[in-house]
């Protein structure tokens, strides 16, 4: 189906195919009859929001408004008489095209704050007015770490993992006693804490702990490797002789 452009609503069209996967494609580039194009940018960095009729308006003025805890709020105004006014300089951002035919403004130090969908509303004459919904996607680099000690009874660890969007951590490992916190950053990235215990004392072979942190649509291992109870070359002789017996037995 053709991208439509179509004043006011942002079509959103399900795909439904025979084996159950269900595609969404996002028409949302083209909002109401203004073009714009969300942006990702990493925290510290640079991104521009730009909104460009897809025709020409006779407009008055451009207001840029930010969605903030489910409420529009007035960020920036250019009027084509008054000019720019920008009314939260804490968010450090500048209109980079000055004009009513076309309006852009750039964030140079993206903050975690500035994450979220923004409105540019050309106020025309006559139609009234146009708007466009550019998002922008702050993330943070990942940081990840893993902390353990270990005894003759059990292993404890701890996988730490940063960033943001919230990092989510998940263990694969064979039982073990879980629990999670997590802070909030003063640069806004988040601090996921996952711990672990693993009774190792009835364990005989070596154990692996991997801790897995997806971020981003990617996925990081941290693995800890535990050594097992006996673990004397006799014992790992006797293992893989009873492992290859079992395999050979069924054929006689
Ligand atoms: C956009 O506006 C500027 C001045 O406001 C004008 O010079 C320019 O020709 C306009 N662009 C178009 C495509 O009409
Ligand atoms: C960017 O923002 C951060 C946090 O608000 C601040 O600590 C830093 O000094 C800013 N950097 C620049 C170059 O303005
Ligand atoms: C944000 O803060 C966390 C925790 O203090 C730190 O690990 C991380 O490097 C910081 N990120 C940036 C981009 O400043
Ligand atoms: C660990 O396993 C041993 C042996 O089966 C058992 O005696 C002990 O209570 C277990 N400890 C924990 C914390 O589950």
Redesign the pocket.
């Known amino acids: 189906m053709p991208p439509k452009v179509n004043e006011g609503n942002c079509s959103l069209w399900i795909f439904q195919n025979l084996i159950g996967y269900i595609i969404l494609i996002d028409l949302c580039r083209i909002q109401g009859a203004v073009i714009t194009h969300n942006k990702d940018v990493?925290?510290?960095g640079k991104a521009t929001l730009r909104c460009t009729p897809s025709k020409l308006y006779e407009t008055i003025q451009v207001t840029w408004l930010k969605q903030i805890n489910g409420s529009l709020v007035n960020i920036a105004v250019y009027h084509n008489v008054s000019g720019p006014k920008v009314f939260r300089p804490e968010m450090q951002f500048n209109f980079t095209v000055l004009g009513l035919n076309e309006t852009a403004i750039t964030f140079w130090n993206a903050s975690i704050q500035d994450n979220g969908c923004y409105q540019c509303i050309f106020n025309t004459f006559p139609s009234g007015p146009v708007t466009g919904k550019p998002c922008l996607s702050v993330y943070?680099?990942l940081?990840t770490f893993i902390h353990y000690k270990t005894s003759e009874t059990h292993t404890s660890a701890t996988c730490f993992a940063?960033s943001f969007p919230r990092p989510q951590i998940s263990w694969h490992t064979p039982g073990g006693k879980m629990n999670e916190t997590q802070v909030t950053?003063?640069?806004?990235?988040v601090?996921v804490m996952s711990g672990i215990f693993v009774n190792t004392s009835r364990s005989q072979a070596e154990q692996e702990l991997i801790c897995r942190v997806k971020h981003r649509g990617k996925e990081v291992d941290l693995k800890l490797a535990l050594p097992g109870r006996g673990h004397s070359h006799q014992n790992h002789a006797v293992l893989i002789l009873l492992s290859i017996m079992t395999m050979v037995l069924p054929i006689n």
């Open positions: 990493e925290l510290g943070a680099h940081d940063t950053n003063p640069n806004g990235t601090t």
